[in-house]
């Protein structure tokens, strides 16, 4: 499985940036997807997960309301819009293939990982 992110790169606070996490082989349609983020000196963090249907999105508190993770099987691809950003969401964002159909927000949930890709909000 290969995981390639992309749509990451600096942004003014307030602004939006749209993840991409497109998946080279056609092994994630039955399993939920999901988005960490690992900031300078911080520990990887829960982000964002949607289950295999596309329904049942989960978000960390911190970014509930900004924003909003979708997918489209036919792609093999998963998104991760990202909306008002923060100097605080500056972190390497990684995309990731649950173990099951289910959004899960634990880390040891997740059975494959996409490399990160950087996104850096300037204040």
């Known amino acids: 499985v290969q995981l390639q992110a992309s749509g990451g790169g600096l942004v003014q606070a307030g602004g939006s940036l749209r993840l991409s996490c497109a998946n080279s082989r056609r092994t994630s349609s039955n399993n939920a997807l999901g988005w960490f983020r690992q900031g300078p000196g911080k520990e990887r963090e829960f982000v964002s997960s949607?289950?295999?249907?596309?329904?049942?999105?989960i978000y960390a508190n911190s970014v509930k309301g900004r924003f909003t993770i979708s997918r489209d099987n036919a792609k093999n691809t998963v998104y991760l819009q990202m909306n008002s950003l923060r100097p605080e969401d500056t972190a390497v964002y990684y995309c990731?293939?649950?173990?099951?159909?289910?959004?899960?927000?634990?880390?040891?949930?997740?059975?494959?990982w996409g490399q990160g890709t950087l996104v850096t909000v300037s204040s």
């Open positions: 990731a293939v649950a173990r099951s159909s289910v959004s899960t927000s634990r880390r040891e949930g997740y059975q494959y």
């Open positions: 949607i289950s295999f249907r596309g329904g049942d999105p």
